[in-house]
């Protein structure tokens, strides 16, 4: 029934910008290792952020090998229920890769998404990431 529900919200998702559902790479955590993903264009890390209210940070970076980022949202889900989304804005400083943050609570975080739209060389792929998979980074 989960995936039933992301196949449909995929499907809504990117069916306005003339795409389907179909082709979506799921990026998974590579080597167990906070950072590398089975897309080396993109890495996750995920840090307890050592915050009153649990949060953890999340940040993902997007090397500009992988193309023009069209579109980035965050699914947020948990319990099997879907509570929200949001489009997210990328971050950029001078001489670093672009990123895109996020915190969330443990909770949350487990089976929400990060889902990337991208177009490279008139392609458009998309790309998505259940935050839970990923090692969680615990500064000493």
């Given at each position: 029934m989960n995936r039933n529900l992301t196949a449909l919200f995929l499907t809504l998702f990117f069916v306005p910008f003339g795409l389907s559902a179909e082709g979506v790479v799921d990026v998974r955590p590579k080597g167990g290792k906070p950072g590398p993903t089975t897309e080396p264009n993109i890495s996750v890390?995920?840090?307890d952020a050592k915050a009153a209210d649990g949060e953890l940070a999340c940040s993902i970076t997007v090397k500009p090998d992988l193309g023009t980022i069209e579109t980035a949202a965050l699914v947020l889900?948990?319990?099997g229920k879907q509570h929200g989304?949001?489009?997210l804005g990328i971050q950029k400083l001078e001489g670093q890769e672009p990123w895109y943050e996020v915190y969330l609570t443990a909770e949350m975080l487990k089976e929400s998404e990060l889902l990337l739209r991208v177009e490279k060389d008139k392609k458009i792929t998309?790309?998505?990431?259940v935050l839970g998979t990923f090692?969680?980074?615990k500064p000493k």
């Open positions: 890390l995920i840090a889900k948990s319990n989304r949001a489009l998309n790309y998505k990431m090692p969680v980074h």
